[in-house]
């Protein structure tokens, strides 16, 4: 059975930085593409950031670019989300997705819980 399970989030100082992991498990990694989705209170979720499946190729919303970075180790079944440089904007329930395919394509196959992350003073 697939599952995703996001951790790190937290309350964090503008300007600060913290680290998302998603633990995967139920399925081979290295097959997919990963995502980090984001929603903001009383917003709709939006695509953050996505990995292929060899950790290749990236994209990110151009809110995020300079600040985030997506990364992956297939070994360890994990996906991760370096977040520099945080906007109070940032603040959301972040969540983990496996994509359909091994590229981003956009389609999310399941999703994590979510994370939050507070970005305040």
């Known amino acids: 059975q697939l599952q995703l399970v996001e951790s790190g989030g937290g309350l964090v100082q503008p300007g600060g930085s913290t680290t998302l992991s998603c633990t995967t498990s139920?399925?081979?990694?290295?097959?997919?593409?990963m995502g980090w989705f984001r929603q903001a209170p009383g917003k709709e979720r939006e695509g953050v950031s996505c990995?292929?499946?060899?950790?290749?190729?990236?994209n990110y919303t151009e809110s995020v670019k300079d600040r985030f970075t997506i990364s992956r180790d297939n070994a360890k079944n994990m996906v991760y989300l370096q977040m520099n440089s945080l906007k109070v904007e940032d603040t959301a329930v972040y969540y983990c997705?496996?994509?359909?395919?091994?590229?981003?394509?956009?389609?999310?196959?399941?999703w994590g819980p979510g994370t939050a992350v507070t970005v305040s003073s």
């Open positions: 139920g399925f081979t990694l290295e097959y997919y593409a």
């Open positions: 990995i292929s499946s060899s950790g290749d190729s990236t």
């Open positions: 997705a496996s994509d359909r395919s091994y590229y981003c394509s956009g389609y999310v196959r399941d």
